[in-house]
């Protein structure tokens, strides 16, 4: 998965990381051995390991999303009012999100489309507010082949002016003060395909990095 490849190369050794669910739960399975990320979940969890190998799940080890994960030498437990007093102190260094929409300004929405059951909210708004780095994963657009960059989100918002970098099966575009700044093209698309299916406005960087 190339996203959650590319998404990795955003940590650093020594950054606490907490993965929203789908897309960014596979991050872990691309960090370099030699990388030391404490990864961090609103369940309770400091110190999750990759996903265990089909067969080898802990039914009693879990996500905050409740998927199977693994736990890494030192690894702590707490409740859930300790994990979110983490996240509100602003102790985190970086989340990643699933996204549905990302606007011009870095808004971003995550959470509900209006007349389709969802689970909740869970620990986004915190994570988007505080986390001092904010990673958005998605697909480019939609099933419908919309753009989910858009100007002005449509959707609920998450948290407003929060997202630091998106990242898509199509580009890496990085958020600033002057605007959305395309740094990267996942091949083989053409950053006129690039322009051509995001709704905001697009500054192309100098050098735009090919991913393969």
């Not at 879990?62 to 409740?79: E, H, I, L, R, W």
């Not at 697909?139 to 989100?153: A, L």
Request: hydrophobic residues 45%; glycine residues 8%; aromatic residues 4%.
């Amino acid at each position: 998965m190339r996203i959650a490849k590319r998404a990795a190369q955003e940590m650093t050794s020594g950054m606490i990381v907490n993965l929203g669910i789908g897309i960014p739960t596979l991050v872990a399975d691309y960090i370099p051995a030699h990388m030391q990320v404490v990864f961090h979940a609103e369940n309770g969890i400091l110190g999750m390991g990759p996903a265990p190998e089909r067969g080898r799940e802990d039914p009693f080890l879990c996500n905050a999303g409740g998927f199977p994960v693994t736990a890494v030498k030192g690894m702590s437990y707490c409740d859930s009012a300790v994990a979110f007093a983490m996240i509100r102190r602003g102790r985190l260094d970086m989340t990643i999100l699933g996204a549905l929409e990302v606007s011009a300004k870095g808004d971003l929405a995550n959470w509900i489309v209006p007349g389709h059951r969802v689970s909740g909210i869970g620990g986004a708004m915190e994570l988007a507010q505080k986390a001092k780095k904010v990673v958005a994963v998605m697909n480019h657009v939609t099933h419908q082949g919309e753009p989910k960059i858009k100007r002005q989100c449509a959707l609920p918002l998450t948290a407003a002016t929060c997202v630091h970098v998106i990242i898509t099966d199509m580009a890496v575009i990085e958020v600033c003060a002057e605007g959305l700044v395309l740094t990267e093209r996942m091949a083989p698309y053409t950053i006129e395909d690039i322009i051509r299916l995001t709704d905001a406005e697009l500054i192309v960087a100098d050098h735009v990095t090919v991913i393969p």
